[in-house]
């Protein structure tokens, strides 16, 4: 085709290209588009050229289309188009794209303001707060204003440039927005279920961006995810340090033993015992267990340090090293015994220790065995 047709962008003529013809546009050696095209031919050949010349043709008509309308539409600046907006419906409760383009300048205002605290500039928009709202949230296959597909675009572009943004701060700056208009407070009915169902929403396109886009193991997901998946960058981040001491023999035998104590406290409390908050060091009898409370407590300290500094590599690395004590500690001490007391102590440290170390991951979700 001509080259110069080249003064296009190069999204313009590649969208030409494939979407419209089903051509193979080409690039020279430099990356660049180059003035050539493929077409695949269902023939032995055009020996002549006569189905070569009729798609350059064609496709020189679609070039000129495209130019026509790149240079018609740039006549007009995008901020003279915004009053356009408001002749055009956006969804029939939530009103036109004028109404949904101010919700969205607001909320990217006051996002910009406070990443910019953080060194970041950048703008970011919300509309899947409006249809939760509504009730109009995705059902099955069905998602008719494709809210999952935003909701994936922001999951990755919170993600992938470390925006230190939470998705429930996102979601009630945007019900804010919702909640100030009057004329729509009559059909946002779901709005106080709204919350709930988006941090739900949210967590599910953050399990499927862990899994399926970067490959993250399954029960690896479900344990960070576990422990909090409000920060998206922090639930990465905690997800790569995991997969990183997964392998280890001492991160498999802690998760198996983290296990063990999900279900004696599980029993217990269907059992209707109940123990305290914390602990007692004085109240720890056995040798086992006083070494534990001593390593619970001398741990317990580093970790939350660790975890504040985002080291969570290093933190799961101090945690596995309990697996000697805790081994220990079973296989010398009963925890359900008949004394009320040294019962309820020996859950509290239990208990402490799930609380303490589950910040990171739920290590009873790691799979370890088949």
């Known amino acids: 085709f001509d080259r110069a047709f080249l003064s296009l962008p190069e999204e313009v003529l590649v969208t030409v290209m494939r979407d419209h013809q089903k ?3 080409v690039e020279d050696a430099s990356g660049k588009l180059a003035a050539h095209f493929l077409a695949v031919l269902n023939t032995d050949g055009d020996r002549d050229g006569v189905i070569r010349h009729g798609n350059e043709r064609v496709l020189r008509a679609r070039f000129n289309d495209a130019q026509f309308f790149w240079q018609t539409d740039q006549k007009i600046p995008l901020t003279d188009r915004v009053e356009m907006l408001r002749n055009v419906m956006f969804q029939k409760d939530l009103g036109t794209y004028w109404t949904k383009t101010e919700r969205v300048r607001a909320i990217s205002t006051a996002l910009a303001r406070e990443l910019e605290q953080a060194g970041v500039r950048v703008s970011s928009r919300v509309s899947i707060a409006g249809m939760f709202a509504l009730g109009l949230q995705p059902s099955g296959s069905k998602d008719p204003f494709a809210l999952r597909r935003q909701a994936n675009g922001m999951i990755r572009i919170l993600a992938e440039h470390n925006l230190p943004l939470r998705i429930g701060e996102i979601v009630e700056r945007a ?5 100030a208009c009057e004329d729509l407070k009559s059909k946002l009915r779901e709005i106080e279920k709204a919350p709930e169902a988006l941090a739900a929403f949210f967590r599910e396109r953050l399990e499927f961006y862990l899994r399926d886009v970067r490959g993250i193991a399954y029960d690896v997901v479900n344990a960070v995810l576990a422990a909090g998946s409000e920060d998206v960058v922090d639930a990465s981040a905690r997800a790569e340090a995991v997969t990183a001491v997964r392998p280890t023999e001492d991160f498999v035998a802690i998760s198996t033993a983290f296990k063990r104590i ?4 599980r029993q217990a409390r269907e059992g209707g015992k109940k123990w305290p908050e914390e602990f007692s060091n ?3 009898s056995e040798s086992a ?3 534990l409370g ?3 407590v001398e741990t317990r300290a580093k970790v939350e340090s660790l975890h504040k500094q985002k080291q969570h590599q290093q933190a799961l690395t101090h945690i596995a090293q309990l697996r000697p004590v805790i081994d220990v500690f079973f296989d010398k001490v009963m925890v359900m015994v008949d004394d009320e ?6 859950l509290a440290l239990l208990a402490t220790m799930q609380r303490s170390f589950s910040t990171i991951a739920d290590f009873s979700e790691i799979v370890t065995e088949r």
Do not use: C, P
């Open 262 to 265: 999900k279900n004696i406290l």
């Open 289 to 291: 267990e006083q070494v």
């Open 294 to 296: 001593a390593r619970v």
């Open 23 to 25: 051509y193979f546009a």
């Open 175 to 179: 019900l804010t927005q919702y909640r």
């Open 341 to 346: 007391k040294l019962r309820s102590n020996r």
């Open 282 to 284: 004085s109240q720890l």
